[in-house]
């Protein structure tokens, strides 16, 4: 059985969801499903609500005919209440391209609940024409996977946990 709020598989036994904290509820009937399905909505909807993921981006300049470190700042992405399950949120701001056959690292941080974390994704430099765009895609378990390209052709990172 999967959880009706974060979709993550759910042990025999359980009470609640070992992610969410969501109760096992058994429907009985298609009036009881609807029921629980608008509760769940509900649930994830105030897990999520005080949730944001931020960017550390990095601005560098040349001096002296060598690139340097110019600017590092956090960029706020998406709030959690934006994501959607399946399908990726875009950030509307165009980046730039980077030429490499190298893994990128996306330094992604979440806020939530008055603590912040950090995380150092990897993810596969896109093969598209035009800027990068970064998104965002809600998976099982209140876990969150980046997406960088565009809603055509994007590659995803490892997944890290919202909550």
Not at 3 to 28: D, H, L, M, N, T
Not at 60 to 89: C, H, T, W
Not at 141 to 163: C, D, H, P, W, Y
Request: hydrophobic share 40%.
């Amino acid at each position: 059985m999967k959880c009706y709020a974060c979709r993550k598989e759910i042990e025999e036994g359980r009470e609640r969801c070992s992610a969410c904290g969501f109760p096992v509820i058994y429907i009985v009937d298609e009036k009881d499903a609807e029921n629980i399905r608008k509760m769940a909505d509900d649930y994830r909807q105030s897990k999520l609500e005080g949730v944001s993921i931020e960017l550390t981006a990095y601005q560098y300049a040349i001096e002296n005919d060598e690139l340097v470190l110019s600017e590092e700042r956090s960029m706020p992405l998406f709030k959690g209440s934006q994501l959607n399950f399946d399908m990726p949120v875009w950030f509307e701001q165009d980046f730039a391209q980077i030429d490499t056959d190298e893994p990128l690292t996306l330094n992604i941080t979440v806020a939530a609940e008055g603590k912040k974390t950090t995380h150092a994704l990897s993810v596969k430099a896109p093969k598209i024409d035009g800027f990068w765009h970064i998104g965002a895609v809600l998976d099982d378990g209140f876990t969150v996977r980046m997406a960088l390209g565009n809603g055509q052709k994007m590659e995803m990172s490892e997944s890290f946990s919202l909550i």
